[in-house]
């Protein structure tokens, strides 16, 4: 269970790497990271230079930056096989002598098309590109990541795979998602059970979507009618969370660290 014997005030000195982190979910919790660290960034393969240049001001001007929050955003298409590598590079010049953590959070997903159902399928280069960025690179950047700071004594590791309800449930018309995030699930329960001193959590933002652009067009283009409507409902009712909402929740289990390693543990709405 847990390693640090009671609740942190924060995550101490610590390598935060955070995929896809230029907006939604990752970008609230690169502003949510509690206590002085260093963050490198995988901001995915879109962007400009002023965008990125306006993300690290902004980072620098919030609570975590004032605190000591130094970024480093990367800018790395982590379907290419070259992306691993640069993010891993990056990494390894943040990384400094009396750091106590190395935290993973792997945020980094596609939609894929939401408005075609599973029997429309029929391309699998359509399929296996999908599984490429949403499974195989996830996989991949974590395996560089841990083979780059294996464990040493004085620093705990910790990887966060970001999951979804869709991991567990089906929904109609999802199926790309749904089975990737099962797929991201199931990986990270075996990475825990071959690394016992490894802390591992797949972590579900919400028992439905959150507000970010990734639901606004979910809302837009899904197949399934009786899924559309549930989402405009939840969105009328005020129903649907904040990135900052569960980025807290996440914060929380990271410092109280009781969770069972490799659990999937999900954000319940009150």
């Avoid at 690179?137 to 999951?163: D, E, H, I, K, M």
């Avoid at 990986?187 to 606004?216: I, K, Q, W």
């Avoid at 969370?241 to 996440?250: A, G, H, R, V």
Wanted: glycine share 8%.
């Amino acid at each position: 269970m847990s390693c640090s014997g009671g609740k942190r005030a924060d995550l101490g000195r610590a390598l935060c790497v955070i995929t896809g982190a230029s907006r939604g979910f990752g970008r609230a919790l690169a502003r949510g990271l509690s206590g002085p660290a260093a963050a490198a960034l995988g901001a995915g393969a879109g962007g400009s230079l002023r965008r990125r240049a306006a993300q690290q001001a902004e980072l620098a001007a919030s609570e975590a930056g004032r605190a000591g929050l130094v970024v480093r955003c990367v800018v790395a298409d982590l379907a290419e096989p070259e992306a691993p590598g640069r993010v891993v590079e990056a990494c390894q010049q943040v990384f400094a002598d009396g750091m106590e953590h190395v935290l993973l959070v792997n945020n980094a997903a596609s939609l894929g098309d939401v408005s075609r159902y599973a029997r429309t399928f029929t391309t699998r280069a359509e399929v296996d590109s999908y599984m490429s960025l949403n499974i195989s690179s996830c996989l991949c950047l974590t395996a560089c990541v841990l083979q780059a700071f294996p464990q040493r004594p004085g620093v705990q590791r910790t990887v966060v795979n970001v999951s979804s309800l869709c991991a567990q449930q089906p929904f109609s018309s999802w199926v790309l998602y749904c089975t990737a995030k099962a797929a991201r699930d199931m990986m990270f329960r075996v990475l825990a059970a071959e690394e016992p001193e490894l802390r591992v959590l797949s972590y579900a933002p919400g028992s439905g979507p959150l507000d970010t652009d990734m639901f606004s067009a979910a809302r837009a283009t899904t197949a399934d009618p009786g899924l559309r409507r549930t989402f405009s409902d939840m969105s009328a009712q005020g129903r649907v969370l904040t990135p900052e909402q569960s980025c807290s929740k996440l914060m929380e289990l990271l410092l109280e660290d009781t969770y069972q390693s490799g659990a999937h543990v999900g954000l319940l709405r009150h």
